[in-house]
């Protein structure tokens, strides 16, 4: 692993497990082994255990007593809850931003709006939301609320985790996740702040739908797995 001098070992040690978790090679329940990631990292177990700590406030993982870390669930009433504090935060974000932003800043939301239409004409699910979340960190940075941003900061790993599971989702529901964002920007770009982040709401909305049909295939099929090594 290449470190980089411009933020902690910890919170980089953090970040390579988060994408361990958010692209499903440590599953729910799966224990983080400490001594494990230490060798593979060639860094300290203390350092390993502050970038657990740090995880622990993204909601990825939880610690228990002398049980250790271990990758939290992800059931449907997590992902609804999920999705419920999203749509108070996001919105707050986009609404706020509407009211914030500079010419410059305007010049690179519609940048972005081009590269999601390019997404979508070429059916990248993955990339689209990618660019999704940079608006997002987009307006963090326009808003430059430290509360907010905690908040927003600490929710976002989760959000990516739960989108992993929408991946395989049609072309025709990608346009559609279009055909509601686009207002979004729309909306913080004539200042209308309000709607920005009522439209933000119908997007979380669609998002939380396609995460929810997607984790309920996806438990249909660990329980057909289940029943059949049991025969």
Same mark, same amino acid.
């Given at each position: 692993?290449?470190?980089?001098?411009?933020?902690?070992? &910890?919170?980089?040690?953090?970040?390579?497990? &988060?994408?361990?978790?958010?692209? *499903?090679?440590?599953?729910?329940?799966?224990?983080?082994?400490?001594?494990?990631?230490?060798?593979?990292?060639?860094?300290?177990?203390? &350092?390993?255990? #502050?970038?657990?700590?740090?995880?622990?406030?993204?909601?990825?993982?939880?610690?228990?007593?002398?049980? *250790?870390?271990?990758?939290?669930?992800?059931?449907?009433?997590?992902?609804?809850?999920?999705?419920?504090?999203?749509?108070?935060?996001? *919105?707050?974000?986009?609404?706020?931003?509407?009211?914030?932003?500079?010419?410059?800043?305007?010049?690179?939301?519609?940048?972005?709006?081009?590269?999601?239409? #390019?997404?979508?004409?070429?059916?990248?699910?993955?990339?689209?939301?990618?660019?999704?979340?940079?608006?997002?960190?987009?307006?963090?940075?326009?808003?430059?609320?430290?509360?907010?941003?905690?908040?927003?900061?600490?929710?976002?790993? &989760?959000?990516?985790?739960?989108?992993?599971?929408?991946?395989?989702?049609?072309?025709?529901?990608?346009?559609?996740?279009?055909?509601?964002?686009?207002?979004?920007?729309?909306?913080?770009?004539?200042?209308? *702040?309000?709607?920005?982040?009522?439209?933000?709401?119908?997007?979380?909305?669609?998002?939380?739908?396609?995460?929810?049909?997607?984790?309920?295939?996806?438990?249909?099929?660990?329980?057909?797995?289940?029943?059949?090594?049991?025969?």
């Amino acid at each position: 692993m290449a470190f980089q001098a411009s933020i902690s070992l &910890s919170e980089q040690i953090a970040k390579h497990i &988060s994408e361990q978790i958010i692209t *499903g090679e440590l599953v729910e329940g799966e224990r983080i082994q400490e001594l494990r990631i230490a060798k593979e990292l060639d860094v300290s177990r203390g &350092s390993v255990r #502050e970038a657990l700590l740090i995880l622990q406030r993204t909601y990825l993982i939880e610690i228990y007593p002398r049980r *250790g870390a271990v990758v939290s669930e992800m059931s449907a009433q997590q992902v609804q809850s999920l999705f419920d504090t999203s749509m108070m935060i996001l *919105g707050a974000l986009v609404q706020r931003t509407s009211e914030r932003w500079r010419q410059h800043d305007s010049e690179q939301m519609n940048t972005l709006m081009q590269q999601l239409d #390019e997404q979508v004409r070429l059916g990248d699910i993955e990339k689209f939301y990618d660019h999704v979340f940079l608006f997002l960190h987009t307006c963090n940075d326009i808003v430059a609320n430290p509360y907010l941003t905690d908040i927003f900061e600490n929710l976002l790993p &989760s959000l990516r985790r739960s989108y992993f599971l929408t991946l395989n989702t049609s072309r025709r529901e990608l346009q559609e996740a279009f055909v509601l964002f686009r207002p979004v920007i729309d909306a913080i770009l004539i200042r209308k *702040g309000e709607q920005a982040a009522l439209f933000m709401e119908d997007f979380c909305r669609h998002l939380r739908n396609l995460v929810l049909d997607s984790l309920a295939r996806m438990k249909q099929i660990e329980l057909a797995w289940a029943q059949r090594s049991r025969r």
